[in-house]
């Protein structure tokens, strides 16, 4: 059974401050990874996506990941309350265009 | 244009009603996908259609029913649902895997689906 594995949280940071967000997964085989926001009653929204070993930023976040240990995070820097949903981790396996989700981390930040 | 449309965003039905949701996308997107999405859990994936065939179904029960019309158009016709059935439906597109990078898929912004 592959699996994707995050803390449910809440995960609460002060505003300004930088969030890290954790991922680990089952799959050595997986090639593609991703990070989903998701504010309450709406969709999924991608933020990054990181296929190689190392660090990817986009603004105010970054990807890493660590194919050897299996884990992927996401940072996120100069955290504003705007910024409070859930982040879903998302992991592919190669050769299949199916996603295997982590159950999310809440993400609080207060002013 | 990174949009994926689903209409309608709301939909309320009975146990013995037909009713169908509807998905279009324009990124010239070859792969499709059905989603179904409890409070507080991941998405739960469905369908997918490769080059407008259907590729995965995962297990899904027959009153849910796929179709894919086109490479821009996806259905989920909805027959004899059970309350248990209610959840927020996202429909998503992407590449078509290829080995590289370039396959994320975008979602659009789901039905919410109740059924009484």
């Known amino acids: 059974q592959k699996e994707v594995e995050q803390n449910s949280g809440p995960l609460s940071v002060p505003e300004g401050a930088i969030a890290s967000l954790n991922c680990t997964y089952s799959?050595?085989?997986?090639?593609?990874f991703f990070w989903y926001r998701q504010y309450s009653g709406k969709s999924p929204e991608l933020i990054m996506s990181?296929?190689?070993?190392g660090d990817k930023e986009d603004g105010r976040f970054t990807a890493q990941l660590n194919k050897a240990s299996q884990y992927v995070s996401l940072l996120i820097r100069d955290s504003q309350p705007s910024d409070s949903a859930t982040y879903l981790c998302?992991?592919?396996?190669?050769?299949?265009?199916?996603?295997?989700f982590g159950a999310g981390t809440r993400l609080a930040v207060h002013p | 244009d990174t949009e994926v449309t689903q209409t309608p965003k709301h939909l309320v039905m009975g146990m013995t009603n037909k009713k169908s949701l509807k998905c279009e996308q324009h990124m010239g997107h070859r792969a499709m996908y059905w989603y179904k999405q409890k409070a507080k859990k991941p998405p739960e994936l469905m369908f997918v259609y490769s080059y407008e065939k259907l590729s995965i179904n995962e297990s899904v029960p027959s009153r849910f029913s796929p179709e894919c019309p086109n490479s821009s158009l996806l259905n989920l016709h909805l027959h004899a649902l059970q309350p248990e059935d209610s959840a927020l439906y996202l429909c998503?597109?992407?590449?078509?895997?290829?080995?590289?990078?370039?396959?994320?898929?975008?979602f659009g912004p789901g039905t919410r689906l109740t059924v009484l």
């Open positions: 799959d050595r085989g997986s090639q593609s």
């Open positions: 998503a597109s992407s590449q078509v895997w290829t080995g590289n990078w370039g396959d994320e898929q975008f």
């Open positions: 998302a992991v592919k396996a190669g050769g299949y265009n199916k996603l295997i």
């Open positions: 990181i296929y190689s070993n």
